[in-house]
C-alpha cells in the first residue's frame, strides 16, 4: 500500500465531496488536464479550471452544443455488418444458409452486406455520455438540455447500448472528422467527470490497488497535457510516454530479452533556449524512513532519474548533455521541494498537494517549471 494511499484510505470518504481527503473537484481537474478536450480548440486557454465545481456543467454545455453543431449537419453514418433473408442478391450470398432453408423456392436468398447506419459506436457513447453527465450537473437548464439532446439522438436511431473504453480505442476519424473528434473528446471527459461522483457518497473506496492506479495513472497524464497545454506557445515540446535507449556497445544475444526500457513520463525540450526538462512521476510519499536518520529520498526512484539523465550524454543529443530532472509526487497535505545538482544535471525533488485549492495546484505545477528554468542558468 503506498503512502498517500494509505492517507486517502485513512480519511474513507468521511464527507460528501470527497474521496479519502481528495475533493472529487480536484480529481475533475486532474482529468481535465488529462483529457482530450483541454488540447482541443484552445478549450485549455479559456480558464475551465477556474471554476472547477461547475466543471461538469461546464463540459455538460461544451457536449451539448458540440452534439447540436453535429445534428445541424447530420451525425455521422458508419458501416455495419448484417446478415438478411431478402428478395435480391446484396452482398455476398451466404449459400450454406440458403440451401439449408431452401430460400431459393420462395424467391429469398441469404446475404451479408454492410449497410450505412446512424447507429455507430461513436453516437451510442455520446448518447450515453448525454445521460450520464445530466445526473450529476447542478444546473437543470443544462440537465434538461443534455436528456432532450439523447432523446433526440435515441429518435434518430442511436440505440442506449454504449460502447466499452476498449471498443472506443479503436475508432479512427478521418481528415473530415474534426467535428466528431471534438464531440467525442467532450464525451470522454463527460463519462470521467461522473465515474468520482458516483464513488463518494455512502460508499467507502478501498483505494490502495485499482485505485491507486487509476488515480497515479491520471496524474500523470494530467501533468503531461497541462504543460503542453501551457508551455506549448512559449517554444516548449511536450513529448509525454516516450523511451530512451542505453548506449550499448556490446551485448549478448538474449540482454534484450530482459534489459529493461527506459519510459519517461513528460520531457520538456525547448530547443531556442537549449533546455530539456525530464519529469518523472510517481504516486508514493516522496521520502521513506532511513537506517540513520527519519527522512530519506528513495534511493530507487534517485537512481532512476539519475539513469534517465546520465545514460544520454554524449549521444550526440546538445539538450541531453545538460538535461535537468524533476521527480513529482502527489500528496496529502505535504509539500516538499528540494534540488541538487549532480554531474552538471540540475534534479529537483517536489510533491504537489492534492487537497490544496485548484488555484494553488496550478500555481505549483508551474513554481516547479520556473525555478528549474531559472536554475539552469541557460
Keep these: 500500500m503506498t503512502a498517500v494511499a494509505e492517507q486517502v484510505e485513512s480519511a474513507s470518504m468521511s464527507a460528501e465531496g470527497f474521496i479519502g481527503r481528495i475533493p472529487v473537484r480536484n480529481l475533475w481537474l486532474l482529468m481535465l488536464y488529462a483529457s482530450d478536450l483541454f488540447r482541443t480548440r484552445g478549450i485549455g486557454k479559456i480558464g475551465l479550471e477556474d471554476r472547477p465545481d461547475d466543471l461538469p456543467d461546464l463540459v455538460a454545455e461544451i457536449l451539448a452544443h458540440a452534439v447540436e453543431v453535429r445534428q445541424r449537419r447530420r451525425l455521422s453514418l458508419g458501416y455495419r455488418s448484417r446478415d438478411a433473408v431478402i428478395n435480391r442478391v446484396r ?29 455507430t459506436p461513436r453516437n451510442r457513447f455520446v448518447r450515453a455520455a448525454l445521460e450520464s453527465i445530466s445526473r450529476i450537473v447542478q444546473r437543470k437548464d443544462v440537465a434538461h438540455r443534455c436528456r432532450a439532446l439523447a432523446g433526440g439522438m435515441k429518435a434518430m436511431g442511436v440505440s442506449g ?18 467535428d466528431d473528434r471534438f464531440m467525442v473528446a467532450a464525451a470522454k471527459l463527460a463519462f470521467d467527470l461522473v465515474l468520482p461522483t458516483e464513488a463518494s457518497g455512502a460508499n467507502v473506496l ?66 531556442s533556449n537549449g533546455q530539456r526538462i525530464v519529469i518523472d512521476t510517481k504516486f508514493t510519499s516522496i521520502v521513506t524512513s532511513g537506517w540513520y536518520r527519519e527522512e530519506t529520498l528513495r534511493s530507487g526512484y534517485v537512481y532512476q532519474i539519475y539513469a534517465y539523465l546520465r545514460s544520454q550524454v554524449g549521444c550526440g543529443d546538445a539538450l541531453a548533455d545538460h538535461a535537468s530532472g524533476l521527480l513529482l509526487h502527489p500528496a496529502i497535505g505535504q509539500m516538499v521541494d528540494e534540488t541538487v545538482l549532480i554531474q552538471g544535471h540540475r534534479i529537483r525533488f517536489a510533491t504537489v498537494d492534492l487537497t490544496a485549492s485548484t488555484a494553488d495546484i496550478r500555481s505549483q505545477l508551474l513554481r516547479f517549471f520556473d525555478p528549474i528554468q531559472s536554475v539552469t542558468g541557460q
Excluded at 161 to 178: C, K, L, V, W, Y
Excluded at 229 to 246: A, D, E, F, N
Design 91 to 119: 452482398g455476398r450470398i451466404d449459400v450454406l444458409t440458403t440451401e439449408r432453408h431452401q430460400l431459393m423456392d420462395r424467391g429469398l436468398v441469404a446475404c451479408r452486406f454492410d449497410e450505412l447506419t446512424i447507429d
Design 161 to 178: 447500448d454504449a460502447p466499452t473504453r476498449a471498443q472506443m480505442s479503436t475508432d479512427r476519424f478521418g481528415r473530415n472528422d474534426a
Design 206 to 271: 478501498s483505494l490502495p490497488d485499482r485505485e491507486a492506479t487509476w488515480v497515479r495513472r491520471l496524474f500523470e497524464r494530467a501533468v503531461g497535457g497541462f504543460y503542453e497545454v501551457v508551455l506549448s506557445p512559449q517554444g516548449w515540446r511536450v513529448l509525454c510516454g516516450g523511451t530512451m535507449g542505453w548506449q550499448i556497445e556490446q551485448k549478448t544475444a538474449g540482454i534484450d530479452k530482459i534489459l529493461p526500457t527506459m519510459r519517461t513520463d513528460v520531457v520538456l525540450d525547448h530547443p
